[in-house]
């Protein structure tokens, strides 16, 4: 009995997505040059003392909190102190400002909110129109670079009571962020690779809840985090395992996790990384250590694509087209697993067309024999995709 409770006692506190550990941010720096479009950070999270695990592959919950500013202007426009009790979406209520600061989203205008904003203000006639159910398109153009503190300015005729006010709006989310480090490097902390979003509309400078809150308001508070298990993006079982790695921009986070961990495992499986990004000059991240994974052989390929530092644009899939001979041998002689994270939207489709297009014309198949092909690289989790 006294042994069990002793055990109880030394027992770390259990940590789940409700209450997630807090983490302390030890690193912010800089990834790219001064004159890149991009603000790429690297961070570094100390996790001493979490008792809890992920593996490569797998993502990291970040739970943010909204910039204050933006939380004072909100309050103001509302004619609010701020000191005002308000429900939260889970526990006990709470002061607005704590509220609109912790527990709710303060940016993106929800349905509900926009309906509530129309029947309120004295002159909505174009937003009421809009929220037609047949408009929602039109919906999507009109609201693009538009934040809810916006309709508040441009509406002051539609009144809210604190209560009522966050009871229009959604819960705060975590952001996912794929793990750029293996434990088995660094056992006590997790990396990320990060584009700090920033971009101007309607005359207002805007920011990306959880990359501006790690980069300018994490320093001095804890970082919460909680694993998020990605199960059909791990390495292969087998060690010997070739793998090719398609991950431009920070894209490339879970590839520097695995080799990461194919160092420190000895794993002999070779690998192979196309990288991109913009400008070779300012925007390669990481350039040191993967050019030191080549000198040591570790990386057994580097092909990389800059995209503005020439007159036509390269990206990956053109690295791809170049060394399609190879790409197919690795995968269909050599059992290579294929792997992409990155951009849904454009990136990750053109390399499904062209790694589509390589099993077609190197493989000797038809159109409908390369797609049952690939299709089957999936099934055999050949073929992993992390795209958002």
Known sequence: MTEAIATAAVAPQRYTRANPFPARLVVNRR????????????????????????EVGDSLAVYPTNDSELVDEIIQTLGATGDEKV??????????????????????????????????????????????????????????????????????????????????LTKLQPRLYSVASSLKAYPEQVHFIVDVVRYESHGRMRQGVCSSFLAERADDVPVPVFPSVAKHFHLPDNPDTPIIMVGPGTGVAPFRAYLQERKATGATGKNWLFFGSQHERCDFAYEDELNAYVKEGLLARLDCAWSRDQPQKIYVQHRMIENADEIWRWIDAEGAHFFVCGDARRMAKDVDATLRKIVQEHGGKSVEQANEYVEKLKNEKRYKRDVY
């Open 31 to 54: 990834l790219s040059g001064p004159e890149s479009e991009k603000d790429t950070r690297h961070f570094e999270v100390d996790l001493t003392g979490w008792g809890l695990s992920f």
């Open 87 to 168: 429900p939260r979406p889970r526990g006990e209520p709470t002061t607005l400002r704590e509220a609109l600061l912790r527990d709710y989203s303060v940016t993106q205008p929800t349905p509900k909110f926009l309906r509530a904003i129309a029947e309120r203000a004295s002159a909505t006639p174009t937003l009421g129109y809009l929220l037609a159910p047949d408009r929602k398109h039109d919906l999507e153009t009109y609201l693009w670079g538009m934040e809810i503190v916006d309709f508040l300015l441009e509406h002051p005729s539609a009144r809210f009571a604190p209560a009522d006010f966050v009871s229009l």
